[in-house]
């Protein structure tokens, strides 16, 4: 079992130092008593090295990556970090020690590598991203929902304007996001401010051409 924790206190005892943790969310008391775990590896957080939310983060992804595929995990991690070295011409790098940009950089690759083949997430994708801008401009590149990750269609936040047609207008100042046709329609029902409350995304200024994109804040 893996999963991140809080610390909460410590002391010194005569054996060493004592921690007083808590495991959000999760009651593992019948697994510890269950399995007679006694031992654990501590893995301290120290804002330099991926944090221990990446590494949620990215074994989370890589689970459902796998039960999609039919890989197992670790095979499915292999494949993924040659995947992400292949595409960003990274070092070979490893999850327990490697930098917070690599992590970024890595959870990226898998959630467009997601993305791409149209592999559901146990959990929605904008909570697995470090970068959401990055995210954002990805779903608007592959046409996929940036809430649930279903086929999608443009959503313009600031509107063009009634009268003018949409095939001609340029729309690059535009404020964008690609949303499945139930979450476009719910935009349009609950107005930018709402929707962005709800769901955690935004518009972005989207040039596909360039690969620029500017977060509409």
């Known amino acids: 079992m893996y999963a991140a924790v809080k610390i909460k206190g410590y002391r010194y005892g005569d054996s060493g130092t004592e921690l007083l943790v808590t495991v959000p969310g999760r009651q593992v008391g019948k697994v510890l008593e269950g399995k007679h775990i006694s031992r654990a590896e501590l893995r301290l957080d120290d804002g330099r090295s991926i944090s221990a939310e990446q590494r949620k983060k990215a074994y989370a992804t890589i689970r459902d990556i796998s039960e999609y595929t039919g890989y197992l995990p670790e095979e499915q991690k292999e494949w993924l970090k040659y995947l992400h070295i292949c595409r960003t011409g990274s070092r070979y790098f490893h999850l327990s020690d490697c930098s917070m940009d690599t992590a ?44 649930c990750g279903r086929k999608g269609e443009i959503h313009h936040e600031d509107a063009i304007g009634m009268g003018n047609d949409r095939r001609h207008v340029d729309d690059s100042g535009h404020k964008k996001i690609c949303l499945c046709r139930l979450h476009h329609t719910a935009a349009h029902q609950m107005g930018v401010l709402r929707f962005r409350s709800m769901y955690k995304v935004y518009g972005i200024i989207f040039n596909h051409e360039s690969g620029l994109c500017e977060t509409a804040g």
């Open 104 to 147: 970024r950089e890595f959870i990226n690759t898998m959630l467009d590598y997601a993305l791409e083949n149209g592999i559901p997430l146990s959990d929605s994708a904008v909570n697995r991203t470090d970068d959401t801008d990055r995210y954002l401009y990805a779903c608007l590149v592959h046409k996929k929902c940036a809430v």
